[in-house]
Structure formats: C-alpha cells, structure tokens
C-alpha cells in the first residue's frame, strides 16, 4: 500500500514539473503616448479566458501553458489602446507591448480603404439564416496580409460561413466587434451543430473558446 502511495505521490511531482517546464512567461509592457494617467483597464488573453484587471501602466508578466500562438487584447474606456506581439509567444520571443494613444474618432483606415466596419452582433437565428443564404456572413479575423486558408472554403461550402481579414493593427472597438460577430456565429453553430463543426474550422478566429 504504501509502495502504491509513494508511486502516485512520484508520478504526480513528474506531471506537474512537465507542466511546469512547458510554460512560457510573457512580459507585458506598456508605451503610454499621451500625458493621461491610465487608472483601469483589463487584459485579456483569448485561449486560457484568463482576464487581469490593471490599473496603472507598470510592466506585468502572465504565465501561459506552453509556447505557441496566442491573441491578446487590452480595453480601457480611457484610451485607444494598440496591442503588439510576436506572432508566436517563445521562451526567447515573449513580449506584448500596449500602446497608449489618445481617445478620438476612429480614422480612416488607409490600408483597407475603409472606415471601421460595423457589424451587427444582435441577429436572430433567422437574421443570420438569410445572411447564410446571402454568402454575408463570416468570422473576423486580423492578420498582416489578406490571404484566407483555402481550406475555409470546404467550411463555407458546408456551413455557409466565411472568412474575412482585416488589417493587423487595429482600434479596440473594432476587436471587440470582431470578437462579439465571432461569438455570435459561435452560439449559432453550437445551437444548430453541437460543437461538431469546430473540429472542421481550419483556424479559429478570436473570440472562440
């Protein structure tokens, strides 16, 4: 019995230092550009849900399970804030800048010719039915070019759900309206499919859990 015990006790140390050597700790740091003090905002990381409150614009380190590729977002109502990373967070490659700037009317974007999209994320399900049936319906996802995995095609041809790409550096409100367009389409296909569907998205886009 006590051999019994001493194993579990020694195959339970070895889980969790393997669990522990995987972890990789990112440093968050802060550019402030205005003259205004940040008292409250809220950090967010997309694939652990976890969510820090923060209230001044020190550097903060988050421990996250493993290397790899991961979505940030910082909200405050005080700022626009920019939120800049690696592509994928490593042991050598770990630092998430926020940037500060001034509060104001969202330009326009000359990158995507566009001003920021205003996607309505308060459809009924047959709202949504018709924009499927339409072709206008898609997940938001933000990356540095306008490529589109062709493998999203069989999930559009299947679902009738697409994809669209819009510029990597982008103003907070416009993350948040991806992030709830995201979430909706989410619960509309969780309703209708069951969780099946997610194991044929070739990428997830932020926002899904």
């Not at 409250?40 to 820090?52: A, D």
């Not at 308060?122 to 709202?127: A, G, P, V």
């Not at 339409?134 to 069989?154: M, R, T, V």
């Amino acid at each position: 019995m006590k051999n019994l015990v001493l194993t579990l006790i020694l195959a339970l140390t070895f889980t969790v230092s393997n669990a522990t050597e995987k972890e990789i700790v990112a440093e968050v740091v802060f550019e402030n550009l205005t003259g205004k003090t940040l008292n409250s905002g809220e950090f967010y990381v997309t694939e652990t849900n976890e969510r820090i409150e923060i209230k001044n614009t020190q550097s903060f380190k988050v421990t996250l399970p493993e290397k790899g590729k991961y979505q940030f977002e910082f909200s405050t109502k005080d700022f626009i804030a920019y939120t800049f990373y690696p592509a994928r967070i490593t042991a050598k490659n770990n630092t998430i800048t926020i940037r500060l700037v001034e509060k104001k009317d969202l330009p326009f974007n000359k990158v995507t010719r566009s001003f920021p999209i205003n996607f309505d994320t308060n459809l009924t399900d047959q709202d949504i039915e018709k924009r499927i049936s339409k072709g206008a319906l898609n997940f938001i996802i933000h990356g540095i070019d306008n490529s589109i995995p062709k493998e999203f095609a069989q999930f559009k041809e299947k679902y009738g759900i697409g994809l669209i790409k819009e510029n990597c550096v982008i103003d907070p409100l416009s993350f948040k309206r991806a992030r709830e367009n995201n979430q909706m389409i989410s619960d509309y296909l969780n309703s209708k499919y069951g969780e099946d569907w997610l194991k044929e998205l070739p990428m997830k886009p932020f926002g899904i859990k």
